[in-house]
């Protein structure tokens, strides 16, 4: 019978060669194997080795607080190239990552890539695929013809190819072969059956630990506990034990690098929506109940970080919070999603998928709308989510966002219309703005593109854009503002405040005024319509 080695972490370091490529499985600060990481930056202290490594992190590892995850490894010598779909996020005014100081001073090389795509090139690596084709980041900064999702320039030119298959355009990833993949759960038996009972998702752990297996490597497998051979049972084993070659016990490992163990987010019960806390009146949530006025009731709908993730959460005051299934990229449906540095989960989940398999449904575009957030907009409709000048390590890069919008029926980008210092009131059903915010989100050119408007009016994508001042909606004639905030100048709050032409709608009307009042709104979400096949089945029985 198959029995893993049990390893410390600095032990199963040593089993990590000069350059190797490692898949490191993990969401920010969810599910990551943060002493497996830990322990390979002490060996290259102790000895300077390994050397060289490639590192490929669908999503993030680690998190904004403190040293974790991918600054373990964040070392000149130890890193020679990252292939992430995000990366740490950090605070404005404080010290970035460390990965983050090495991009920016040129000391990796470094790409960024849409999360879904990265998943599937392990599953293409475990396949023996040559690569993957997909739309997915067309027309974006990872299109090789603006920069192909390279993030400086020690980075090589060339990696994503445009292909031409029967007459249309489509990116191809090669494959990338794992030498290691780095996974965690949270109890291993004897055998390195792994299950997840504490964990908040699975993330893509089968899918690298695979990827790394079928092509020879090695797998660790980082985890809470140890139990005896055979005691796991069959139905909750997520990664079998003839994929792990060794594991790591770290019996203080949280359910994220913040937050201790809470059952309620890794599906073991369900707490009472009251233990919630409020979300405070702010113009931040003036917005993300406008936002919430285009849902329908019945609706399957993907949420994004920022501002948008406030939506669940005043439905929740509404008495909504079962009238929309939420699915979110590392992998809940249903439930309610946290807010801030705990997004990535849900409370109360109906479900809790692989991120891989969540993919499939975002790429494939079987949910009704994303809620999405922005950093610019420009005359076309594109999207800057990813690329902050001058600061770029506030951000965390595409991640799921380029995969959820190539398919989305409908999105909703939500965010403010200004930025910087400012004073604006929400006041008597209305918005008085006091001091406007020196920088306006709409510019004449995006800095990096995340989302192409063209595209999205190729694919016949419906495009609202939600602020606290106006509605905008994209059309082939250009960006079109249809509502206005109570309060609000046309001319001088939103024309005026754009580096390019807005239209106004010939039908334009006020944003709803309760939404401006601190107390309940009473908003009411109108049924979403029945698959059209049911449609017709009741239409015949009628």
């Not at 373990?72 to 404005?92: I, N």
């Not at 079928?214 to 049972?233: D, H, P």
């Not at 409908?410 to 001091?435: K, M, P, Q």
Request: aromatic residues 6%; hydrophobic residues 40%.
């Amino acid at each position: 019978m198959h029995r893993p080695a049990v390893l410390t972490a600095r032990q199963a370091a040593d089993l990590i060669a000069d350059g190797d490529v490692i898949s490191v499985s993990s969401s920010s600060g969810l599910g990551c194997p943060d002493a497996v990481l830990a322990g390979i930056g002490e060996r290259f202290a102790e000895t300077a080795g390994p050397r060289d490594l490639t590192t490929l992190h669908p999503i993030a590892a680690g998190d904004m607080s403190g040293i974790k995850g991918i600054d373990h490894l964040a070392r000149p010598g130890l890193l020679r190239r990252v292939v992430a779909g995000s990366y740490p996020s950090g605070p404005s005014k404080a010290e970035p990552p460390r990965i983050w100081q090495m991009i920016e001073n040129g000391e990796v090389e470094a790409y960024n890539f849409p999360s879904g795509v990265l998943y599937q090139l392990h599953r293409a690596a475990a396949s023996r695929q040559p690569g993957v084709f997909t739309k997915v980041g067309l027309g974006s900064f990872v299109d090789p013809r603006l920069t192909g999702g390279r993030m400086n320039d020690a980075t090589p030119e060339r990696f994503v190819r445009v292909e031409e298959l029967d007459g249309e355009e489509w990116l191809f990833f090669p494959s990338i072969v794992p030498d290691v993949a780095v996974i965690r759960a949270t109890t291993a038996d004897e055998h390195g059956n792994l299950t997840i009972e504490e964990e908040a998702s699975p993330l893509g752990a089968l899918d690298l630990a695979y990827a790394a297996h079928n092509r020879g490597g090695l797998v660790i497998a980082q985890v809470k506990r140890l139990a005896e051979g055979g005691s796991l049972s069959p139905q909750q084993v997520r990664i079998p034990g003839i994929l792990v070659d060794a594991v790591v016990v770290a019996p203080d490992q949280m359910q994220t690098t913040q937050t201790p163990y809470d059952p309620a987010i890794s599906g073991q019960l369900r707490r009472p929506l009251s233990a919630l806390d409020p979300v405070p009146f702010s113009l931040e949530k003036v917005i993300a109940r406008r936002a919430a006025h285009e849902l329908r009731s019945g609706d399957v709908v993907n949420l994004g970080f920022g501002v948008s993730a406030l939506v669940p959460h005043v439905l929740v005051e509404e008495d909504l919070a079962g009238a929309v299934s939420w699915v979110i990229e590392q992998g809940a449906v249903g439930g309610v999603p946290l807010l801030d540095f705990t997004f990535g989960v849900s409370v109360n989940p109906d479900a809790i998928m692989a991120s891989a398999d969540q993919f499939t449904l975002l790429q494939g575009g079987g949910f009704d709308r994303t809620l999405l957030s922005f950093l610019e907009i420009d005359r076309t409709g594109s999207v800057n989510v990813h690329h902050l000048p001058g600061r770029r390590h506030v951000t965390a890069g595409v991640g799921g966002f380029a995969d959820i919008v190539s398919a989305a029926p409908e999105i909703v980008f939500i965010g403010s219309f200004t930025a910087g210092r400012r004073d604006i009131a929400v006041d008597d059903g209305g918005l008085d703005i006091r001091t406007d915010g020196p920088h306006t989100k709409f510019v004449e050119q995006v800095a990096s593109p995340t989302f192409s408007g063209a595209h999205a009016l190729a694919r016949g994508q419906k495009v609202t854009y939600v602020t606290e001042r106006a509605v905008l909606q994209l059309r082939p004639e250009g960006l079109t503002v249809t509502e206005i905030a109570p309060g609000v100048d046309l001319e001088r709050d939103v024309l005026a405040r754009s580096a390019f032409p807005l239209l106004v709608s010939d039908e334009l009307k006020a944003m709803p005024a309760e939404i401006f009042q601190p107390h309940r709104t009473g908003l009411r979400l109108p049924a979403a319509p029945p698959h059209s096949r049911i449609a017709a089945l009741r239409s015949r029985d009628a």
